[in-house]
């Protein structure tokens, strides 16, 4: 009906019926698009590397005088450190294969008593633990937005592993690789050689320190070409075909800025007001006629102080400056939810308020978690598992681990990596839940104890090494003596259930 009105219309008035093509055409426009005096439309009509290489360097300089200067940006990182890494750091659950399928646990045991070894020391400076060096290299990938390691191999006459596995890394900053040299041939995208399908080949790497050293930034010989076999690149990417990272603060920079200036006026404008100011109010004028006896007064303020001096008419009046500010606490809880929204982190770990129910807690706990396990698989990804890969195959090569006959090569190197996990609120539930979990065959005691941040093999012994000395003190086991009991009065062989059925006990009292 509207194609024949046009028609009709056109027919008669051909201006008429071009405008109402117009007006119709402007209909079918999202309104975002439509331009308009509200709208201030900015747009990014570049690619992710114009974006990165106009703006890469100054947000990531911005975002470590954040990191220096203000507690609220400094726990936030800390705050995804901690849920991305752990306290204890990413370990691999070493799992070498026989060919039937079956865990080769002595390879297992080997390997993790390697792998330990090689913890102690893994990166060249010796100043970090593999814990240290991953929550420093996950600090610097969340607040520059990347972050590089070089991965040193086999013995060098310059450099001492320290470890029984010749293997090294060395943790690079982001400016080591300089984002802004780009070439045609080959094609290098902001220090990065890339092949016809834009896949990483080589890094461009200074030196020296580009921060430290001037003369490292002068000329192309200032850096060296690294194949991409022997780089590690973790990079926080927006775009696709982005090569470079950038900071997780680079959405919330200017709302950083803004509560950071505002909570110094009002920390400021505080203390003014806890320096508390006094006038004096003239009475009536015609009490202070001219009188050359009365000299300048001087009054100091002191606790209990009593105004004995006023003169006829006068009183005291404080200036109220109404601070510290209750509106405070609202607005900057606002802020701060928006902050975490922005950054993948919690709320209540980044104000540290913690309130509301227990229900409401997990709830947001729940809800916040993925962010972080995701933050945790692009990291065993990029960083934990290639590390792990590269010490088997040197392992092997340099003798130190042996592979037996019946075990399946291709998964020697094959592991479980196991991200930190959701703490708990209520210990009880949880516990009960994960007992259950592995009752049912649905997790298994390894898993659960990685989980928790412990050593399957340590926590093992350790039990193991305490119910000898409990039972060579003659302390016996609660479940044990519980057994026994029962089979004393049942002449059952079966161990009961350690909370055995209520309406089972009624029966036996009956």
């Keep these: 009906m509207t194609k024949l009105i046009d028609r009709i219309v056109s027919y008669i008035s051909p201006g008429q019926g071009v405008r109402r093509a117009q007006a119709r055409q402007l209909l079918a426009y999202y309104e975002a698009g439509r331009p308009s005096k509200l709208q201030k439309q900015r747009r990014e009509t570049g690619s992710g590397n114009d974006a990165v290489g106009r703006a890469g360097t100054t947000i990531r300089q911005q975002a470590r005088h954040m990191d220096q200067n203000y507690d609220l940006a400094s726990g936030v990182l800390n705050t995804m450190v901690a849920n991305t890494i752990g306290p204890n750091g990413i370990h691999p659950e070493p799992q070498p294969r026989n060919r039937d399928g079956s865990i080769n646990e002595e390879m297992a045991k080997a390997i993790a008593e390697l792998y330990a070894d090689f913890c102690k020391k893994p990166e060249v400076t010796w100043q ?15 607040r520059d937005g990347e972050a590089f390691t070089q991965t040193l191999e086999g013995f060098s006459p310059f450099l001492d592993h320290g470890t029984k596995v010749p293997l090294s890394l060395e943790l690079l900053e982001p400016d080591y690789v300089p984002l802004e040299y780009s070439a045609v041939t080959p094609m290098v995208v902001q220090g ?12 461009y790497v200074y030196k020296t320190s580009p921060i430290e050293s001037i003369g490292a930034m002068t000329a192309q010989g200032g850096f060296k070409r690294l194949p991409a076999d022997r780089m590690l690149h973790i990079a926080t990417r927006h775009r696709i075909g982005q090569a470079r990272g950038v900071s997780c603060f680079a959405s919330v920079m200017n709302r950083f800025d803004d509560l950071k200036d505002y909570e110094e006026s009002e920390r400021i404008a505080a203390k003014v007001a806890a320096s508390m100011a006094a006038f004096i109010k003239k009475g009536n004028p015609d009490n202070y006629a001219a009188d050359e006896s009365l000299a300048p007064r001087s009054m100091k303020f002191r606790p209990g102080m009593v105004f004995d001096d006023l003169r006829p008419g006068e009183e005291i009046g404080v200036i109220d400056t109404n601070r510290p500010n209750p509106n405070l606490e609202t607005y900057r809880s606002g802020q701060l939810k928006a902050v975490a929204a922005g950054t ?26 993925p962010a972080y396990a995701a933050l945790s698989n692009e990291f065993i990804g990029r960083f934990v598992q290639p590390v792990y890969e590269k010490f088997i195959a040197l392992a092997i090569l340099s003798g130190k681990l042996k592979v037996p ?3 399946n090569r291709e998964t020697v190197s094959d592991a479980l990596f196991i991200a930190p996990q959701m703490p708990w609120i209520d210990p009880e539930r949880e516990a009960k839940a994960w007992k259950l979990l592995e009752d049912n065959a649905f997790a298994s005691g390894p898993e659960i104890i990685r989980k928790r941040g412990g050593n399957p093999h340590q926590v093992l012994e350790q039990e193991r090494l305490w119910r000898q000395q409990k039972n060579a003190a003659g302390i016996v086991d609660p479940q044990i003596a519980l057994a026994n009991a ?25």
């Design 344 to 369: 993948g982190a919690s709320f209540s770990s980044v104000a540290r308020t913690y309130t509301g129910t227990y229900s409401a807690q997990r709830q947001e706990l729940v809800e916040a978690w």
């Design 405 to 407: 006959a019946g075990v």
């Design 486 to 510: 029962y089979s004393e009065q049942t002449g059952a062989k079966s161990k009961p259930e350690t909370e055995p059925n209520t309406d089972s006990d009624d029966d036996e009292k009956k």
């Design 192 to 203: 990065i050689e890339m092949n016809a399908w834009r896949r990483p080949v080589a890094y």
């Design 128 to 142: 970090h633990d593999m814990a240290s060096a991953q929550r420093i290299v996950a600090r610097t990938w969340f």
